[in-house]
Antibody, heavy 118, light 112 residues
């Protein structure tokens, strides 16, 4: 059974930092391109970042460039999102996902809430 | 950035009746490899998104055959032949061709 489990969310003050983790089991993790997608409370889905299977290429939405860093540790089957200089508008549920374009199951975690507030 | 415009944004439907959601892209979604990477997701209340359709019209495993999708280039449509209670939720289109990846605003399907 495939499991995708996010952790590391919570309440942080504006300007603060947080690191999200996503532990994946039941698949060959290094074979998967992985992404973070977020959803502000009551709003739609927004793609945040993507990293290739080997970690050699990364992509970011403009609003997080220079503040967020996506990375992965294939030996630990874990995806990360380091979030610095957090703003109120970063408040959202963050999903870890394969966000696949092709055939085969597309995996999503249950989501983790990040709240940026003083 | 590619803008995906969904319509309608709210879709009240009678049980057993059909439903249709449009997704229009500001740019062609035909990739250099010849494939068109337009996906559809369903998000039921309180749940994570779930992919229903990939590459315009291919149903994911386990997706009921009452869901179908068509389209090409910049115009795409998701159809539900006969809406059931479990279909309530928000539906999103998403393009996987251009960076940044983008989603439509979402269409909320509810039962009349």
């Amino acid at each position: 059974e495939v499991q995708v489990l996010e952790s590391g969310g919570g309440l942080v003050q504006p300007g603060g930092s947080l690191r999200l983790s996503c532990a994946v089991s039941g698949v060959t993790f290094s074979s998967y391109v992985m992404s973070w997608v977020r959803q502000p409370p009551g709003k739609g889905l927004e793609w945040v970042s993507t990293i290739t299977g080997g970690g050699d290429s990364t992509y970011y939405t403009d609003s997080v460039k220079g503040r967020f860093t996506i990375s992965r540790d294939n030996s630990k089957n874990t995806l990360y999102l380091q979030m610095n200089s957090l703003r109120a508008e970063d408040t959202a549920v963050y999903y870890c996902t394969t966000l696949k374009n092709l055939a085969g199951e597309d995996y999503w975690g249950q989501g983790i809430l990040v709240t940026v507030s003083s | 950035d590619v803008v995906l415009t969904q319509s309608p944004l709210s879709l009240p439907v009678t049980l057993g009746q059909p439903a249709s959601i449009s997704c229009r892209s500001s740019q062609s979604l035909v990739n250099s490899d010849g494939n068109t990477y337009l996906n559809w997701f369903q998000q039921r209340p309180g749940q994570s998104p779930r992919r229903l359709i990939y590459k315009v019209s291919n149903r994911d495993s386990g997706v009921p055959d009452r869901f179908s999708a068509i389209g090409s280039g910049t115009d795409f449509t998701l159809k539900i032949s006969r809406v059931e209670a479990e279909d309530v939720g928000v539906y999103y289109c998403m393009q996987g061709v251009h960076w940044p990846r983008t989603f439509g605003q979402g269409t909320k399907v509810e039962i009349k």
